[in-house]
């Protein structure tokens, strides 16, 4: 990706990415909204970044800099009609780290407090006016600061699943325990209407990490406001990598509907379908408010598609996670919620 080729465009007309790019429409897009630059402390450049990006499936990416904003002109000419590049920055406070995505151009969020300060509502109000969305990063991440004190009250998802410095190993025990949390809080979080969607990202700062894992989202359009506008509604999953597919729906009475949406049941039956491609020999567990209700072994060639039936009277929700057979999570999905 030469530096010099901007399709007829000046440099200085591409020194922030472009809000939108062409997409597919309404779609399913795969994308990676926690990667580190050498702007940052990571070892890549952004193009670097951008080329890996694309090579792993990728349809958009998010610049998150630790407590700095992307340089001009760093990013802008390698967005395309087909790769959408967010603006956004790791706010890395004394007592918990998060993301602040979708961010204007040049924007910085304070970074430098903690949790017994008071000040955490003012960086998340700065975000959202923008119309950006604040994600809790790396719950339990096992260093000083890493560990997020604050109380989710204000942020709009909670980043479950992060990368981690060694790629071949994606999944460990504080992606586990942030899930565990997550899963925990959803059945209260939705009968209070304020339930937050779980996001995963490589938090990449090395080579052969970017894309693991990656969120799939629902979106209208490839463009800024359709990706926050589904990782807000929960209209997403979490993928290890490109070669994992997950469709995960529910059946009411001829209404079908998926990941992040609701369904009226009118007190009868629901047929949960998961059907899901590359974990050979992996198994697919169904859960509820009422814990993990359903488990199958998938097939050895990596497809299967599974159902279970339930009503809302016994789920007011149902998620689903599938792990390879070392129990390391290969793909977990948001819930559907069933009224």
Same mark, same amino acid.
């Given at each position: ?42 070892? !890549?450049?952004?193009?670097? /970044?951008?080329?890996?990006? +694309? &090579?792993? @499936? #990728?349809?958009?990416? =998010? ?55 008071? !000040?955490?509502?003012?960086? /998340?109000?700065?975000?959202? +006016? &923008?119309? @950006? #969305?604040?994600?809790? =990063? ?202």
């Amino acid at each position: 990706m030469a530096r010099q080729d901007f399709g007829g465009r000046t440099l200085s007309s591409l020194s922030f990415p472009p809000a939108r790019a062409v997409g597919r429409r309404a779609a399913w897009y795969r994308g990676d909204c926690h990667v580190h630059s050498v702007h940052s402390d990571g070892e !890549l450049t952004p193009e670097e /970044l951008a080329v890996r990006a +694309r &090579a792993a @499936g #990728l349809d958009f990416i =998010a610049t998150t800099e630790h407590n700095s904003a992307a340089p001009p002109g760093a990013w802008g000419y390698l967005a395309a009609d087909d790769f959408l590049i967010l603006l956004g920055e790791e706010v890395t406070t004394k007592t918990g780290h998060w993301l602040a995505l979708g961010i204007n151009p040049g924007e910085v969020v304070d970074w430098n407090y903690q949790v017994r300060d008071g !000040l955490i509502d003012q960086g /998340l109000d700065q975000v959202h +006016r &923008a119309g @950006g #969305l604040c994600v809790a =990063a790396h719950p339990h991440a096992p260093y000083p600061s890493g560990d997020f004190m604050f109380p989710f009250r204000g942020f709009d998802a909670v980043e479950v699943w992060n990368g981690l410095w060694t790629s071949d190993r994606p999944w460990n025990a504080d992606n586990e325990a942030a899930l565990a949390d997550w899963g925990r809080s959803l059945a209260d979080d939705i009968h209070t209407g304020s339930w937050r969607p779980a996001m995963g990202n490589s938090d990449t700062h090395l080579e052969g990490q970017i894309g693991i894992p990656q969120t799939v989202v629902f979106a209208e359009e490839l463009s800024t406001e359709g990706v926050l506008a589904a990782i807000r509604a929960g209209r997403s999953w979490i993928a290890e990598s490109a070669d994992v597919d997950v469709s995960f729906t529910a059946n009411a009475d001829g209404r079908v509907v998926g990941v992040g949406e609701r369904v009226a049941t009118h007190g009868g039956q629901v047929e949960v379908q998961a059907a899901v491609r590359g974990v050979p020999m992996g198994t697919v567990s169904f859960h509820t408010d009422r814990g993990k209700v359903h488990r199958a072994s998938l097939h050895c060639d990596g497809a299967s598609v599974v159902q279970w039936d339930t009503t809302a009277e016994d789920s007011a929700f149902v998620r689903i996670e599938v792990r390879h057979p070392n129990g390391h999570v290969a793909a977990l999905t948001n819930p559907i919620i069933l009224t």
